[in-house]
């Protein structure tokens, strides 16, 4: 037996830098971010804080690409966003938070596109729309509410395309009406 020679190609290894720094210490450059006197887009977390030393913001980052959990906080310590993210594009469910807590909608979302339910409230908390999507395209039943909770329009989508006959309306006392001015009275 002897010696078998590779012909394998010899493989680059490419430096990425991955610390946790402070939003202060990094800056944007052609639409990417970067530490200040790095010539590599930054990798790893980024992280912020009130006056008060209360968290603010933290951030994952990826070749100076939003890339994994990106949350936003409150003054007060709740939550105001969580957001997920791949290469660049919003990619999962992001969740936005309103009043100390009240959820104002949940998107979900597949490499930038919307996929999935998603769902948006009032600031009285009462359901305001769920709308569906496949490959950022409409695509099943979308439904409005009245902020008092009685449902006020619903249509089906197929493909971005509107079904004929689908939409139905209703005014705030929950009665069946036959357009959307009847539905707004």
């Not at 105001?80 to 979900?108: A, P, T, Y």
Request: charged letters at 30%.
């Amino acid at each position: 037996m002897g010696c078998e020679k590779n012909n394998q190609p010899p493989i680059t290894v490419k430096k990425v830098q991955s610390v946790e720094v402070k939003k202060e210490e990094t800056e944007e450059r052609f639409g990417k971010i970067y530490a200040k006197g790095s010539k590599l887009p930054y990798s790893g977390k980024i992280i912020s804080f009130y006056a008060s030393g209360e968290k603010k913001s933290e951030e994952e980052y990826r070749n100076g690409e939003p890339h994994g959990l990106t949350v936003y906080w409150n003054k007060d310590g709740t939550f105001r966003q969580k957001s997920n993210f791949n290469e660049g594009k919003l990619h999962g469910l992001n969740v936005m938070w309103v009043n100390g807590g009240q959820k104002l909608f949940e998107i979900n979302s597949n490499n930038g596109r919307r996929d999935g339910l998603n769902t948006y409230w009032y600031s009285n908390g009462q359901k305001r729309t769920e709308e569906n999507f496949k490959n950022g395209k409409k695509n099943g039943l979308f439904t409005v509410w009245h902020e008092n909770g009685q449902k006020k329009y619903e249509v089906k989508w197929q493909e971005d395309e509107k079904i004929e006959s689908s939409e139905k309306f209703w005014n705030n006392r929950g009665e069946a009406v036959k357009s959307m001015d009847e539905s707004l009275r």
